[in-house]
């Protein structure tokens, strides 16, 4: 059992959770992952290590409340226990050595640049981090960004930093010809559009696409995606990819199969946190 030491609401729908798992947090890297189960018997969630206290043995997963598990995994409180944490999972980020790094979050994936920023800003790396949200109170870990390089936050309303998408800003500063590469982790349009916009710039480009993930051990298939050419799976191929290689028209099927089963679901769960149920 891995009791949730410490539980902060983020934004509007997404919930930052500290859990006891001292061996995750002792050995975990960036861009990897762990997949939760609130009890024995309920939905597998992967979830990437958003941060870790290995003196502590804690790390950190931040989670999106969108469906009927993350839901209920939200709700719990302070001093209640996940029945199972297992990992780390995934193969970690491939970090460069030295140079100018742009970390491109939106959203719920701003929590799962910040590992990646981390292990940078540990090698030396200058990063510049550009985070977004539809507006202020969907914007999450500006103050951990910013202390690991500059951070350039922009909404969608103009409610905070400056208004627009976070290609926008990703748009200007690759005009300044002056980054290696850039980390983009967020819904799968932006990350489409990201990598569109490096592409004839020929900056190395990497994606995350642990959204289409579901059980974590490749066996069910769910995570398949064709990366140059390659069926390749998102949990023990990935999570992270060459944004330049993967198949985005195909992604972007992938994350219809489930939804209508997640719809049927979701009808008859009753919410208890006050989150709306659609």
């Not at 870790?52 to 790390?59: F, L, R, S």
């Not at 140079?99 to 491109?104: E, M, P």
């Not at 930093?161 to 982790?185: H, P």
């Not at 769910?222 to 069926?231: A, E, F, I």
Request: hydrophobic share 40%.
């Amino acid at each position: 059992m891995h009791r949730i030491v410490r539980r902060t609401p983020l934004s509007p729908n997404v919930t930052r959770l500290e859990v006891e798992a001292r061996r995750i947090a002792e050995t975990r890297a960036p861009g990897q992952f762990v997949i939760v189960q609130r009890t024995l018997e309920s939905e597998r969630i992967p979830l990437t290590i958003a941060d870790a206290e290995p003196a502590a043995g804690v790390i950190t997963l931040v989670v999106q409340a969108v469906g009927k598990s993350t839901r209920e995994l939200v709700a719990m409180q302070e001093g209640e226990a996940i029945a199972t944490v297992c990992g780390p999972l995934g193969r970690p980020t491939e970090l460069i050595e030295r140079g100018h790094a742009l970390c491109v979050g939106g959203g719920v994936g701003t929590a799962v640049v910040h590992p990646i920023a981390q292990g940078l800003h540990r090698r030396g790396v200058r990063v510049t981090s550009v985070i977004g949200g539809r507006s202020r109170e969907w914007v999450i870990y500006e103050a951990e960004l910013r202390r690991l390089g500059e951070v350039v936050v922009c909404t969608d309303d103009g409610s905070y930093g400056r208004k627009g998408f976070v290609t926008d800003a990703t748009r200007e500063l690759l005009a300044r010809g002056e980054v290696d590469i850039v980390y983009a982790v967020g819904p799968v349009p932006m990350m489409r559009a990201v990598a569109e916009l490096t592409r004839p710039l020929k900056v190395h480009t990497i994606v995350s696409l642990n959204p289409i993930m579901v059980d974590g051990t490749g066996m069910c298939g769910g995570c398949r995606v064709d990366v140059g050419g390659k069926t390749m799976f998102a949990c023990v191929d990935g999570p992270e990819f060459d944004g330049h290689l993967v198949d985005f028209d195909l992604l972007a099927d992938r994350l219809q199969t489930y939804r209508a089963h997640e719809q049927n679901l979701m009808q008859g769960h009753a919410c208890h946190i006050g989150l709306p149920t659609s």
